[in-house]
């Protein structure tokens, strides 16, 4: 893998690590209000200060990451099977479906897919957002599965597949899929970072978690307003942190498994 790739896994590695072992070590759960610190700096008791309200900054932080991995890898596993399933299946059945499947595509495309997820969105069921973020994240993938799924189709070990009598559903998990490994892996990378933004938007506009729960977008949100730096700054940072991570490994992916990198 390019260096860039290893610096995107050992920022994530890292990332993982901290928001889900370090509220083992934290001095404050992210539900607790200390009433005698409000709106505090970073201090020994407090590692990155207190909200207005006196809740610990560090501990919500971590609470935030929490929720933006899960849904980051949620949507992309979702979406990615999704586009692989869709676009496979659209292109080597061909005719009717094909053009049925396709049409759906097109439709999802037209439609401003943010905000239907905000009307959508359900209140306060933070995990619901995984699913719908995938909802409307496949379609360009299940078009260049479909391309690629017509190119291989006409190999000769598929048409000696078909020849003999096997299932559709076996020649595409056995022949078909395989082609696309890299692809998909890929793809996978670099919808997690698209999910995790999307998800902070939506949290920071309000159709997100809903109080008392918290995320990255709504400490960002809360913090625009707040005379202190360090409530904003730090979900602010762990998110660009999170994207940047997960775009490296994407980027080092597709270089890993880009058939065409030794050729250029």
């Known amino acids: 893998m390019t260096r860039r790739g290893v610096v995107g896994v050992v920022l994530l590695v890292a990332v993982f690590v901290l928001a889900f072992a370090g509220p083992l070590v934290a001095p404050w759960r992210w539900d607790e209000t200390d009433f005698a610190a409000f709106g505090q700096g970073p201090s020994a008791r407090h ?18 990451a929490q929720k933006s991995l899960i849904i980051g890898l949620l949507a992309a596993l979702l979406s990615t099977g999704f586009a692989a399933v869709v676009g496979s299946v659209a292109g080597f059945a061909g005719g009717l479906l094909d053009r049925a499947l396709m049409w759906g595509v097109d439709l999802l495309l037209v439609l401003p897919s943010f905000l239907v997820v905000a009307v959508l969105a359900p209140g306060g069921a933070w995990p619901m957002l995984a699913p719908l973020l995938a ?15 017509l190119s291989v189709r006409e190999r000769e070990y598929v048409l000696a597949a078909r020849f003999i009598g096997v299932r559709t559903s076996r020649a595409l998990v056995r022949h078909v899929l395989p082609q696309m490994a890299s692809l998909l892996v890929v793809d996978a990378s670099l919808s997690a970072g698209v999910a995790i933004v999307a998800e902070g938007g939506l949290s920071f506009l309000g159709f997100g978690a809903r109080p008392p729960d918290v995320s990255l977008g709504t400490m960002i949100a809360e913090g625009r307003g707040a005379a202190a730096a360090w409530p904003f700054l730090s979900a602010a940072g762990l998110l660009v942190l999170i994207v940047l991570a ?11 498994l880009d058939p065409l990198r030794d050729a250029r």
Do not use: E
């Open 47 to 64: 590692w990155l200060g207190t909200t207005q309200s006196g809740r610990d900054v560090f501990a919500l932080t971590l609470r935030g």
């Open 135 to 149: 909802a409307f994240m496949w379609m360009l993938t299940a078009r260049v599965v479909r391309a690629m799924t």
């Open 246 to 256: 997960v775009n490296l490994v994407g980027d080092g992916l597709r270089d890993v």
